[in-house]
């Protein structure tokens, strides 16, 4: 061929492939359709995730609340005994009477040691098999 024939040629184009085309272009729909149902799966979970979340949180809301009622029934009735302690003639009296319990239980205790002594005398020269 002579340098002039190149010139009259019509120029060479690059075969291009139909098939590729349509795959590739159908790779990047898939891989679109992929991304949007990801993302669509990502939002729901995370919005089921928010819902535990804000349940578990209510849930201990009300457990406070009951359990602080609770306590603050409990403290009240604590103020009230201690109030009810602090009361110094219940004490005295209550105190009068430990004193007179105590001295009975000394006169008996001190019966109960002169008994055991004089059985135990006793019981020392009584024969035994």
């Known amino acids: 061929m002579s340098p002039a024939s190149y010139l009259a040629a019509p120029p060479r184009v690059a ?3 139909c098939s590729t085309l349509v795959t590739i272009r159908s790779m990047a729909d898939g891989a679109l359709y992929a991304a949007v149902i990801l993302a669509v799966l990502s939002a729901i979970s995370a919005l089921a ?3 535990t979340q804000v349940l578990h949180a209510w849930r201990a809301v009300k457990s406070l609340r009951r359990n602080a009622l609770r306590e603050v029934d409990r403290l009240v ?3 009230d ?3 009810h302690a602090a009361d110094s003639t219940l004490l005295q009296t209550k105190l009068a009477r ?3 319990t105590l001295a009975r239980f000394a006169v ?3 019966a109960l040691d002169e008994v055991s002594g004089t059985v135990g005398r006793a019981t020392a020269v009584y024969p035994r098999k």
Request: aromatic share 6%; charged share 40%; net charge positive.
């Open 15 to 17: 075969k291009v492939d």
């Open 49 to 51: 995730y928010a819902i």
């Open 77 to 79: 009735e604590l103020a």
């Open 81 to 83: 005994k201690a109030e």
């Open 98 to 100: 430990l004193r007179v």
């Open 108 to 110: 008996l205790r001190q």
